[in-house]
T-cell receptor, first 115, second 114 residues
Framework: NAGVTQTPKFRILKIGQSMTLQCTQDMNHNYMYWYRQDPGMGLKLIYYSVGAGITDKGEVPNGYNVSRSTTEDFPLRLELAAPSQTSVYFC??????????????FGEGSWLTVV | DQQVKQNSPSLSVQEGRISILNCDYTNSMFDYFLWYKKYPAEGPTFLISISSIKDKNEDGRFTVFLNKSAKHLSLHIVPSQPGDSAVYFCAASVFTSGTYKYIFGTGTRLKVLA
């Protein structure tokens, strides 16, 4: 049962570098999300997608980009990394079902440090 | 603008006793509430949820209570076990802009003492 898989788990970036956090899910879920969690804070929504080819901004999208070319994959790209992007990143997904199937499932997280 | 609040950052409980974790929210449009448990260096895992049309949902040792008039929900764990030691996040869901969005609280760190 793979569920939601994120890579890499840990990464150190230098200021100005770029990288992509990979996320894939094998549950055929339509909705996918990227969150970041800073120390002592709740999860903040960066971007989300309601299906292949459709993405939209969440609360904190600046400095990030996403794409959704397939149902399974939802990569998050950091362009010109900044220390403020040091955080833990979680990818999540949920089914297209209605309120009774209203559970999102998270990946293991990606710990990113920008120095 | 914190729409979902967990005002207690930490809680310590003796093994075998009841743990009560609280969560308050401000948006009356939230229609579903969830609790997630998170261990260090892992992703949040789903624990239990409740629809806004109910006031209680039970699953084994875990019970969630919803008081809509007070905009308050709580998670009860009985009896508490050392393996329950983790950070607990409450989340609220609302359907908006064509998708379900989830707003998370800041978490409560539960420590169950053996």
């Amino acid at each position: 049962n793979a569920g939601v898989t994120q890579t890499p788990k840990f990464r150190i970036l230098k200021i100005g570098q770029s990288m992509t956090l990979q996320c894939t899910q094998d549950m055929n879920h339509n909705y996918m999300y990227w969150y970041r969690q800073d120390p002592g804070m709740g999860l903040k929504l960066i971007y989300y997608s309601v299906g292949a080819g459709i993405t939209d901004k969440g609360e904190v999208p600046n400095g990030y980009n996403v794409s959704r070319s397939t149902t399974e994959d939802f990569p998050l790209r950091l362009e010109l990394a900044a220390p403020s992007q040091t955080s833990v990143y979680f990818c999540a997904s949920r089914t297209r079902g209605g309120i009774l199937e209203n559970t999102i499932y998270f990946g293991e997280g990606s710990w990113l440090t920008v120095v | 603008d914190q729409q979902v609040k967990q005002n207690s950052p930490s809680l310590s409980v003796q093994e075998g006793r009841i743990s009560i974790l609280n969560c308050d929210y401000t948006n009356s449009m939230f229609d579903y509430f969830l609790w997630y448990k998170k261990y260090p260096a892992e992703g949040p895992t789903f624990l239990i949820s409740i629809s806004s049309i109910k006031d209680k949902n039970e699953d084994g040792r875990f019970t969630v209570f919803l008081n809509k008039s007070a905009k308050h929900l709580s998670l009860h764990i009985v009896p508490s076990q050392p393996g329950d030691s983790a950070v607990y996040f409450c989340a609220a869901s609302v359907f908006t802009s064509g998708t379900y969005k989830y707003i998370f609280g800041t978490g409560t760190r539960l420590k169950v003492l053996a």
